[in-house]
């Protein structure tokens, strides 16, 4: 009876995992449809993906449910404790990380009659960050603590793009100013693209802690764990 308890535990836990790897497929594909709806000028994509987000917050719905059960019936402890309470904190990110390709199909709708010539570096954003997000997740699910600490050394990329794309986007925009609804509108996208990475370097910083039992939130990235 005890064997067969532990084993039905387990498939409850690699469960859980499962149902993360599966929102944050679905997310990392919202932040791509978002992307190439504003690159494309295309309405109806940018409005297809808004309408999916409600399946990103179903996720969040069902996987904080299935934490609470475990915690409840199990009352796990150590590793099996921090795989649960991860996978509550993780959820949270990914739903907002749904809200902000949300925030860029609005953006791309706005823009979808306009010509979008002032994208600069968005698409190079845009690639950085769905491979945090990408490489997070794997840290997750291989609990590779290394992997996950590469990517929180990657926002640094991501926070110096931003930074570039401000000064130049203003820059064009003080010299013509026909371009500033434009420009305004891609630096709020450089700004949801920014914070994207930083939801997948809080998974990452997640994941460190899940493995190790180490926190290195609000510290300066180690160079190794």
């Given amino acids: 009876m005890a064997l067969h308890t532990d084993r039905r535990y387990e498939e409850e836990l690699a ?3 499962q149902l993360i790897l599966e929102m944050g497929g679905l997310v990392e594909r919202q932040i791509g449809d978002a992307t ?3 690159a494309s000028a295309d309405r109806a994509r940018a409005e297809q993906t808004i309408e999916r987000d409600h399946q990103v917050n179903r996720y969040d719905v069902d996987i904080d449910e299935e934490c609470l059960r475990l915690l409840a019936l199990h009352q796990p402890a150590a590793r099996d404790l921090r795989l ?7 959820t949270t990110d990914l739903e907002r990380i749904g809200d902000m390709a949300v925030n860029i199909c609005e953006r791309a709708i706005d823009l979808s009659e306009r010509p979008a010539s002032l994208q600069v570096d968005l698409p190079r954003m845009a690639d950085t960050v769905r491979k945090m997000l990408r490489e997070s997740l794997d840290a997750f699910v291989r609990e590779d603590a290394d992997l996950a600490l ?5 926002d640094d990329v991501i926070d110096a793009l931003h930074a570039q794309m401000f000064a130049e986007v ?11 609804v434009v420009g305004t509108a891609q630096l709020f996208v450089s700004k949801y693209l920014e914070r994207i990475a930083d939801h997948a370097t809080n998974i990452a910083e997640m994941v460190i802690f899940m493995v190790k039992g180490k926190s290195i939130r609000h510290l300066s990235v ?4």
């Fill in 150 to 154: 590469s990517v929180c050394k990657e």
């Fill in 36 to 38: 190439a709806s504003l």
């Fill in 15 to 17: 469960h859980l995992r």
């Fill in 222 to 225: 180690p160079a190794t764990i």
């Fill in 170 to 180: 203003l820059g064009r925009m003080t010299h013509d100013p026909s371009l500033v």
């Fill in 84 to 90: 649960i309470t991860t996978s509550l904190k993780i």
